[in-house]
């Protein structure tokens, strides 16, 4: 079993940044994939970010792709996704999420654990 937290959730004018972090329990961070989704009011929960177990590889959306950085530190059990130059659709809940399965990192569905999301707001 995997508990995940976010944190560095907050409002943020646009062109501002953020920093969000997730601290896992349980069994060691090395073992997994991490991943950032993002989930807006009314929309489906989306990809954001994902990260190999080594921290060698790295995945983006296109929409975030320049702007946001994901990174891990095995030895605090924690991954990371810095957001620079927020716009106003960046506004969601953001979910940081844990997988040991195979198959696409895009899909919500081949995580198998998930936090209980972190609030980021961007004012225009």
């Known amino acids: 079993q995997v508990q995940l937290v976010e944190s560095g959730g907050g409002l943020v004018q646009a062109g501002g940044s953020l920093r969000l972090s997730c601290v896992a329990s349980?069994?060691?961070?090395?073992?997994?994939?991490m991943g950032w989704f993002r989930q807006a009011p009314g929309k489906e929960r989306e990809f954001v970010a994902a990260?190999?177990?080594?921290?060698?590889?790295?995945w983006y959306s296109d929409s975030v792709k320049g702007r946001f950085t994901i990174s891990r530190d095995n030895a605090k059990n924690t991954v990371y996704l810095q957001m620079n130059r927020l716009k106003p659709e960046d506004t969601a809940a953001y979910y940081c999420?844990?997988?040991?399965?195979?198959?696409?990192?895009?899909?919500?569905?081949?995580?198998?654990?998930w936090g209980q999301g972190t609030e980021v707001t961007v004012s225009p």
């Open positions: 999420a844990a997988r040991l399965r195979g198959g696409t990192i895009y899909a919500t569905s081949t995580y198998d654990y």
């Open positions: 349980g069994r060691p961070s090395s073992s997994y994939i």
């Open positions: 990260i190999a177990s080594t921290g060698r590889s790295t």
